[in-house]
């Protein structure tokens, strides 16, 4: 999936470099992380220095308004035990 999006971004950032008159900026922000593959196939498609680059950390994404998340140490004893 990772290849099939970057393929379709890569070859949409190519047509409006070859087509357009004005300069653009480009922006590329991988979720969760930025890997070497990442870079690897923007840098193979000639892309990799006229984009800017960044990372959103999404490793939890909440369905629920009311999620609780173990992640957090107090979370459970705040709630449930002092209930803050």
Known sequence: ?????ANISIEQIS???QESKTDHEFSVFWVPRRTLVSDRILEENGVL????????PLFLIPLEPDLL????????????????
Do not use: N, P, W
Not at 1 to 5: A, Q, T, V
Not at 69 to 84: P, Q, R, T
């Open 15 to 17: 047509q409006i470099r």
């Open 69 to 84: 998340s173990l992640e957090l140490e107090d979370a459970f004893s705040d709630l449930y035990l002092v209930g803050a």
């Open 1 to 5: 999936m990772l290849l099939l999006h």
């Open 49 to 56: 220095g006229e984009v800017t680059i960044g990372e959103c």
